[in-house]
């Protein structure tokens, strides 16, 4: 009897090593992939069924092994790009993910302990709240929400605007947990998570709620063929411009320089030319004040005697350094990065990120955490400091903003600078570090999203990929090929209505965070009430 336990045991453990494997692979498939560059949308739909039937099986204590494993092992798949720009990159969001799994799987498996019948659906709201509050503070990371997955279902993401990512999320991650219960009970028995019979209300719900999705999907995009249009010149230079020295930034200033001479050539003439984040390293503000490298200020004169040439603003994303007041009382340069608006050689506009990437750009926690932050300072990492505007720039009747890089994988920053009048969402981006396509593709797929959460154009100006532009129904309409020397010159519409998620923003997940606290301390009271 003993060894038959200790095989059935040894059995179930391999099993269920073996689902949450396939749940990371699964889950990893569903968006841009190293096999698969748009990635497997529908394998969406079931990437959670694997995991919530193993939290279903195994005991509560065994869920914290279980929801680590399937953490480290799911972004480890999903973000091995990270581990290229440095190997603690990848260490640090794997272990981030394993930490929060570690509290998650827990929290799922008290959702059919307190709900036998039908914890599957409190497991479904956890999810989605879960994903909502991983965005939130210091470390928020957009990366894996599972609504991206469906960027190229172009009908399906509609509701975004007026639901944001998040109700696509619900409605993809819910076939999971619902599967995931009807396995686990049987199809027509009477197990307790429930039967394709018993839980068919729940399903015809799920059912009619996509069935609504999709004709709204087909009604809803804007009808742009009347509007007014921008013509945009997007330059994708192709290079890292942080690496290496003022040669090289030479060098790439010349390539910046050649491409976009090649798009003013072109008819019609752009309205704007957009370099990428950073595009131009040495420190254009600072060099023309202060003077105190003769080099750095040769090349900053030579960007402004081009700039002062040219009949068309430029927008140029640049490191903004400025003499400030810092912590301790006294003077100091501090560091912004930005974008700066270029009218004939003047910077007639300015903005500074509000939404740095924690570790690599901002980590507020020096004196917290000493050992960390001097780790991050000798692996030559730059901090910034945030800005506090959400600009709207406005040059010859274009108004328009730009969220920097990570920027454009927030929905509410987006919602911020349309909220505050943009017209036209100006991404600028440097995923070249990367050196991978499916980083890219993966950047990409959330942008899409702001498109249509705010039904406003976007374009996407990168050093390496994807440079590109998307229409306010999150189309595609024109993308450069990627790792190549190039400009685009873009022609988008500009439309300007005010959408739900615009107006109210991000109050869909927030109610399925409330609920899921509501729902959890309700039966946990009620088991208490019952014992």
Not at 130 to 144: I, S, V
Not at 185 to 196: A, E, W
Not at 226 to 243: E, F, K, M, Y
Not at 368 to 378: D, E, G, V
Request: hydrophobic share 45%; proline share 5%; glycine share 8%.
């Amino acid at each position: 009897m003993t060894a038959s336990k200790g095989r059935k045991g040894l059995a179930n453990l391999f099993m269920h090593l073996g689902a949450i494997l396939l749940g990371a692979v699964l889950f990893a498939g569903a968006f841009p992939n190293l096999l698969f560059e748009n990635g497997l949308s529908f394998l969406g739909w079931i990437a959670y069924v694997p995991v919530f039937w193993v939290i279903h099986r195994v005991r509560f204590r065994t869920t914290f092994f279980w929801g680590a494993l399937y953490g480290y092992a799911a972004y480890g798949l999903f973000n091995y790009w990270l581990s290229v720009f440095h190997p603690l990159a990848g260490l640090i969001v794997g272990v981030i993910y394993l930490g929060y799994f570690t509290v998650l799987f827990p929290l799922l498996k008290l959702a059919v302990i307190l709900f036998p019948r039908r914890g599957y659906i409190l497991q479904w709201i956890l999810w989605i709240g879960f994903e909502y509050l991983r965005t939130q503070g210091f470390l928020g990371y957009p990366y894996g929400i599972t609504g991206y997955s469906q960027w190229q279902v172009i009908p399906l993401i509609q509701i975004a605007d007026i639901f944001g990512v998040w109700g696509v999320s619900a409605l993809v991650v819910f076939p999971s947990a619902w599967l995931a219960a009807v396995l686990r009970g049987g199809v027509r028995g009477p197990g307790p998570s429930g039967p394709f019979l018993q839980e068919r209300i729940s399903a015809l719900l799920w059912l009619a709620a996509l069935t609504g999705t999709l004709i709204y999907g087909f009604i809803a995009p804007v009808d742009y063929a009347s509007a007014p249009t921008g013509r945009i010149a997007l330059i994708q230079h192709n290079t890292d411009p942080w690496r290496g020295g003022m040669e090289d930034y030479r060098k790439n200033f010349e390539v910046l320089q050649r491409l976009s001479d090649e798009a003013l050539k072109a008819e019609p003439k752009p309205d704007l030319v957009v370099w990428s984040e950073t595009a131009f390293v040495p420190r254009i503000y600072w060099h023309t004040t202060y003077r105190d490298d003769p080099r750095s200020y040769a090349l900053v004169k030579d960007l402004l005697d081009y700039l002062a040439r040219q009949e068309v603003p430029f927008v140029i994303g640049n490191d903004d350094a400025r003499k400030e007041v810092v912590r301790d009382g006294t003077w100091d340069r501090v560091d912004y990065n930005a974008v700066m608006l270029f009218n004939q050689g003047e910077i007639v506009g300015l903005y500074r990120k509000l939404h740095l990437v924690p570790f690599t750009e901002h980590f507020p926690y020096e004196k917290q955490l000493p050992l960390i932050y001097t780790a991050l300072k000798n692996a030559d990492t730059h901090f910034w400091e945030k800005g506090n505007e959400a600009t709207v720039f406005d040059i010859k009747g274009l108004k328009f903003s730009s969220p920097i890089c990570f920027e454009d994988t927030f929905g509410y920053l987006s919602r911020d600078f349309v909220r505050n009048g943009a017209e036209l969402i100006v991404n600028l981006s440097n995923d070249a570090w990367s050196k991978s396509l499916p980083a890219q593709m993966q950047h990409l797929s959330m942008a899409v999203f702001r498109a249509v959460e705010n039904r406003r154009s976007m374009v996407r100006s990168t050093a390496s990929g994807q440079t590109c532009a998307i229409d306010p129904n999150g189309s595609i309409i024109a993308m450069a090929t990627p790792f190549v020397e190039t400009q685009l010159s873009v022609q988008v519409p500009i439309v300007i209505p005010v959408t739900r998620y615009t107006t109210y923003g991000d109050i869909w997940p927030r109610f399925f965070v409330a609920a899921a606290c509501i729902m959890l301390l309700f039966g946990i009271v009620l088991r208490i009430v019952k014992k």
